[in-house]
Every structure is written in C-alpha cells, then in structure tokens.
C-alpha cells in the first residue's frame, strides 16, 4: 500500500545506529540525493520518494509546488487539523501563522529567558539532591522541556504534571484505544485552557494572541496552536535533551571545552542540531504538479519525504561527518525549512542555550552509570528509553 511506503517504510528507514544513519538510509544516500522507495498503481502511478541531498531537502521545503497536508493513500487528504502549524498550505498556513507568531518575537523570548534559566537550575537541584544513577529521560529531558512549555503557554504548575502524563501516553501507550483516550483527554484539557483565557487572557502565548488577534482565530485553532506547540515542546525538546546528555557521556573532552572555554565555541549549538537532528524527518509532501528534484521528475500525485537526517548527516562516515562542537557554522535542516520552518526554534534553542552547558558545568564527570548495559531505542523520531547517568 501506499500509505505503507510513505509512513511505515519512512520511518523503518530512519532507525539509527545510535547517533548515526542506520545501514538502509546509508544505503539510499548511496544512490543519490533523491530515490524511489517504490510504486502503486491504483488507476495512476504514483511514486514515493525520499530525498536526502541537503539541497534537495531545502527545494522540496521551500516549494509552492508540494502540499504538506496529511497524505492518507498517497493522495492530500484535504483535511488539516485545526491549529496544527505544519498540516496546512497557503494562504491558510500563511493568516494561522501571522497570528501565532508574536508570543516568539525576541524581546518576549529575552524576557521569558531568566524564568528558562530558573527551571534549568531547579531541575538540576533536583538531580543533584537525588544522587546518581538519574534516568536523565524523565529527571532532565522531560522535566526541563514540558515545565518550560507549559510556562510560555500559560498552563498553570498544578496542572503540568497530569497534562505532561497525558501528552506522553498519547504518543508511548502500546495500544491504539489507550493512545486515543490519552490525546482526548490532552485536546479536551486544551480546549478547557482556551475557555478559561478568553475570559481573562494573561501574557503568556495564549494571552498574547487572544488580546491581538482574538476576533482572528477560531477556539479550535487556538487550542490546536496550543497543543501542536506543548507536543513539540514536551516531546521533541525532551528528546534533544536527553540526546545532548547522552552525547555529553559520549564525548567529555568536547564538553569540556563549553564548560571551560565558551567563548571559543560560539557556534556549538549549531552543531548539537546538526549532529543530533532528533527529528529525522518530515512528514511526506505530495506534488500538485510535475517538478524536477535532483534530476529526477516527481510527478503530480507523487510523494516526498524528506529525510533531515540525510540532509544533516551527508557526509557520513568521512570524518568531516564527525561531531565537533568547535566547527564552524553547521548548515542543517533540524527545524525544517521554508514556510513551515519550525514556528517554536526561538523557544527551544533558549531552552538547548541554558540546559546543556548548566549540565556541562553541574556535572562535568556525567558518565553512564552501567556502561556494559546496551540503551534501548525506540522507533524514530529519537528516542532513547531510559539513560542512567552518574556523576
């Protein structure tokens, strides 16, 4: 099936070896910037594509020729979630977007700054009292990324933990009925949210846009705003912060140099979203018309995913592929590319800016606590189980 190509496949393609491409998205970086996963012919022929060339990924974002709505079947769906950023198309995409993006202006990012630094601290206290091993999946990626979310989103402290619960047992629960009850439990607690601030609409994201824009947008696309924001932010977030403890075990002698030296490294988170890139890829996009990508035709009907991993990792295994928190400059795709480029960048690089070298500093000898013992990973997006560190 056609879904199957496009979904399951893409994602079978993506499990890594650790940090690295697995052997099957090697193997199709092997063949190019852009190759075929297979066909379906049901009426018409239609192709899956993956491409991995950075340019390739960049040209394939930035088009008006592709759909990023939800694709069942190999066709668009037409159906876009209300308030999720990333399902919908122009001119859409571009009225939901202008209304959503105040609350990331830089001067309300620098005011939310020390309120970041303070969670980070009080996480890191937390770990600290504790004593090593800490699963640092749960204590550190989880509890920094969704207390720091929930905050810039306005939801109050009594309720995080529940809604964080709920947030990772939709995404992590093993059966489809638990999955579902979870993320209607997640949507109905948002959809309360946004009830209770258009009646007093405080400075926070949901504050900022009712107040500015609140005859603009529809309460289903706020509380879908909301909660395509808090699944980026609790979930994606996490991941990049258990990945950067990880990496942190992996390679003490780069860290040090941030903990010791951070002037000399000004670049370093660059390469920790290049490196790590924990979203390997997006969601597949469907050609409204024929279109030349890497010198292969896609054409109208086809689809493509884009594999930022690929992107990311092209070079991989020559050593100029290698991690070095001292190279200059990383291009990489990590947040995405063109119009759907990663709305909350400026919200999760704060918090990337304030939680990894306060981790480097506090715990300079973080090491894993049982070294003989393989990590367990799950299926992409990155996602590693549990991670015992010590100190």
């Not at 697995?22 to 190759?35: D, R, Y």
């Amino acid at each position: 099936m056609f879904e199957e190509l496009n979904v399951v496949k893409g994602l079978e393609i993506h499990r890594r070896n650790r940090f690295d491409p697995g052997a099957e998205l090697l193997s199709l970086m092997a063949e190019g910037p852009i190759s075929a996963l297979g066909t379906e012919e049901d009426g018409e022929r239609r192709t899956a594509w993956l491409a991995t060339g950075y340019d390739e990924v960049r040209q394939v974002l930035s088009s008006d020729k592709f759909s990023a709505r939800l694709i069942y079947g190999g066709t668009a769906a037409g159906i876009a979630w209300p308030g999720f950023l990333t399902h919908y198309d122009p001119p859409d995409h571009t009225r939901l977007r202008r209304l959503v993006t105040p609350p990331f202006a830089i001067r309300r990012m620098q005011g939310f700054r020390p309120e970041v630094r303070q969670i980070v601290e009080d996480t890191l206290d937390t770990i600290e009292d504790m004593g090593g091993p800490a699963d640092f999946v749960p204590q550190f990626g989880w509890a920094i990324a969704t207390t720091a979310t929930c905050d810039f989103l306005g939801i109050p402290r009594d309720d995080q933990a529940d809604l964080s619960r709920t947030l990772h047992a939709s995404r992590t629960e093993r059966t489809d009925k638990r999955r579902n009850t979870a993320g209607n439990k997640y949507m109905q607690y948002m959809n309360k949210a946004v009830a209770r601030v258009r009646r007093d609409p405080g400075d926070d994201l949901f504050g900022v846009v009712v107040r500015e824009h609140g005859d603009e947008i529809t309460d289903a696309e706020l509380a879908g705003v909301a909660a395509f924001i808090m699944g980026a932010g609790g979930d994606q977030v996490a991941r990049f912060l258990a990945a950067g403890a990880l990496l942190m075990a992996d390679f003490p002698e780069q860290f040090d140099i941030l903990r010791d030296r951070p002037d000399t490294v000004p670049d370093w988170l660059e390469e920790l979203n290049r490196y790590l890139t924990t979203d390997e890829k997006l969601h597949p996009r469907i050609a409204k018309e024929d279109v030349t990508i890497g010198g292969r035709l896609i054409k109208a009907g086809d689809t493509v995913t884009c594999s930022l991993l690929g992107a990311n990792r092209a070079n991989f295994p020559a050593p100029e592929d290698e991690f070095d928190i001292t190279r200059e400059k990383s291009p990489h795709v990590s947040f995405g590319h063109g119009i759907h480029h990663c709305l909350g960048r400026p919200l999760a690089e704060m918090v990337f800016r304030e939680a990894i070298p306060a981790l480097a500093r506090r715990f300079p000898k973080l090491r894993l606590a049982e070294p003989e013992r393989k990590l367990k990973f799950g299926p992409p997006p990155f996602d590693v189980e549990a991670l015992l560190l010590d100190w």
